[in-house]
Structure formats: structure tokens, C-alpha cells
């Protein structure tokens, strides 16, 4: 359920897009999307999602979603350290410290995409 809506969004947001670029009628090629580890977001569910819909509107009938996953980085607060972690384990990889920062892998947003 989660990817379904994150894929109506994704296709919602292009449609904004092309409105404001006067480009209704284009066709998508491609639409790459990032999303932050921390969004716990299942690449293969959240394409088939898109695959479902996007016959539903004519600017997205042939695009292609290419999604990338963000690691989640954090800072830490003892040592300043920047590192990244697979696992949301919330703690510095560099002294162990639990005082941390998220500093990414929680945001997601379309960062490009190809228009015909
Ligand atoms: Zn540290």
C-alpha cells in the first residue's frame, strides 16, 4: 500500500511538472527517483506499483522509473565523525557514540527526469 501511493505521488508530481513547462503532451522517457534508506521503500514493489499505473495517464504510458536507494548517513555529535549505516542501529560508526544526527537517508523526490 505504501508503494502505491508513493508511485500516485511520483506520477502526480510529474503531471505538475509538465503542466507548469506548458508540456502535457510530451511523453516521460525516464524518471529517476531517490529515495533515503530510512523510507523503508521496496524498489521492486514500488516499480511494480508504477508499472501498474502509468498506463493511466498518456505522459507516463512508456516511462521507465529508476530508482536509487540513498544510504542513511549520520553525524555524531561526540567526534563529528560522518559515517553511513546499513541498518537504522543509531550509532557512530566511528566511537560509538548514540549522540547522532541524521544527516541523510530520510528524504525521497524525483531527482530528474527525461521528457521526449
Ligand atoms: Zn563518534
Given at each position: 500500500m505504501h508503494e502505491l501511493t508513493i508511485a500516485q505521488n511520483i506520477i502526480s508530481i510529474i503531471e505538475d511538472e509538465l503542466q507548469q513547462r506548458n508540456k502535457l503532451a510530451c511523453q516521460v522517457n525516464k524518471v529517476y527517483f531517490n529515495t533515503g534508506?530510512?523510507?523503508?521503500?521496496v524498489p521492486e514493489s514500488l516499480q511494480y506499483n508504477f508499472n501498474q499505473i502509468k498506463k493511466e495517464r498518456k505522459f507516463t504510458q512508456n516511462a521507465e522509473l529508476i530508482i536509487k536507494e540513498i544510504p542513511i548517513t549520520i553525524k555524531c555529535e561526540d567526534c563529528q565523525a560522518e559515517t553511513q549505516i546499513d541498518?537504522?542501529?543509531?550509532?557512530?560508526?566511528?566511537?560509538?557514540?548514540?549522540?547522532?544526527?541524521?544527516?541523510?537517508?530520510?528524504k525521497m523526490y524525483i531527482e530528474s527526469m527525461d521528457i521526449e
Open positions: 534508506r530510512l523510507n523503508a521503500v541498518e537504522p542501529v543509531f550509532k557512530c560508526q566511528n566511537c560509538s557514540s548514540r549522540q547522532i544526527k541524521v544527516i541523510a537517508g530520510k
